[in-house]
């Protein structure tokens, strides 16, 4: 028999005129450890833009992913709130990568990601780029990370010193993947990847997803989901 129908209002919900065809979704429908649920209302982000709507559920499910949006869609705190979620605090080791393509975005992208770990306690998040002296990077490496930030030929020079150690590495980001391609960068990216293990989640975002980019993800990223994002609205 039929359950009883003891909610006449329950129908009230598809009757429901909308101004939106594409109401934004809170982060509050997805499955974050309550922590960074709270830090993410302190900081305002109420509402996810497109490419975290479309983006976190899979990362959050472990899956590697390939995001393309435009310049200020929110890629960082889409593949920020992946990385840190996967966090085991209680591990010092280096957890975590983000590849970017200069010393000012890999800065930018460090800020974002201790904003976004403000109630995590004890995260420690290392910047590591070029252009910047190699014996105050040695020191704080010497005092451990979970999560570094870098450019690819500073990582790389890092690991090719022994002062880097991937072995750990859970999550791998490429971060604006086309713009580190067209820097000359391939070759470093393919020695970082070689130093991290094969079961890592790989996520890859960039503004095109065009030629360069395409024969670097089908290597680095398996099973891939493509999320795209064509505006930040
Ligand atoms: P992208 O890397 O796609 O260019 P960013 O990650 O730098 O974009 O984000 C652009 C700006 O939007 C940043 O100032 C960031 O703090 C802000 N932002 C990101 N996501 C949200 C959100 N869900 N709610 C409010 N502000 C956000
Ligand atoms: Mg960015």
């Known amino acids: ?3 009883p129908d003891t909610d006449h209002h329950q129908t009230r919900r598809g009757e429901e005129s909308s ?3 594409h109401p934004a979704e809170p982060f ?3 499955p974050l450890p309550p922590t960074l ?12 833009t497109p490419i975290q709507a479309a983006s976190l559920p899979p990362i959050l499910d472990g899956r590697d992913v ?5 310049t200020g869609s929110g890629k960082t705190a889409a593949f920020g709130l992946g990385l840190l979620s996967a966090l085991e605090v209680a591990r010092f080791q280096v ?9 000012e975005l890999a800065d930018q992208v460090a800020e974002e990601l201790r904003r976004l770990a403000r109630m995590l306690a004890n995260v420690k998040i290392l910047s590591l780029c070029g252009g910047a002296p190699l014996g105050p990077q040695l020191n704080s490496l010497s005092h451990g990370a979970h999560v570094v930030v870098g450019t690819p030929g500073r990582i790389e020079e890092h690991l090719r010193k022994g002062s880097l150690d991937l072995s750990a590495l859970g999550v791998l980001v490429l971060d604006e993947a086309d713009r580190m391609l067209d820097m000359g960068f391939q070759a470093a990216l393919y020695a970082i990847v070689a130093a991290t293990p ?7 975002f960039s503004a095109t997803y065009g ?11 398996r099973e891939p989901v493509t999320v795209e994002v064509a505006s930040t609205h």
Do not use: E
């Not at 390939?66 to 435009?70: A, C, D, E, L, R």
């Not at 957890?95 to 010393?103: E, G, K, M, S, Y």
């Open 1 to 3: 028999p039929a359950v």
């Open 19 to 21: 101004s939106s065809a």
């Open 28 to 30: 509050s429908s997805l």
């Open 37 to 48: 649920q709270d830090n993410l209302a302190s900081l305002g982000y109420l509402t996810m």
């Open 66 to 70: 390939i995001g393309q949006g435009k």
């Open 95 to 103: 957890q975590a990568l983000v590849l970017c393509p200069t010393r």
């Open 198 to 204: 094969a079961t890592r989640q790989t996520l890859l």
């Open 211 to 221: 030629d360069s980019v395409r024969p670097v993800a089908a290597r680095m990223l």
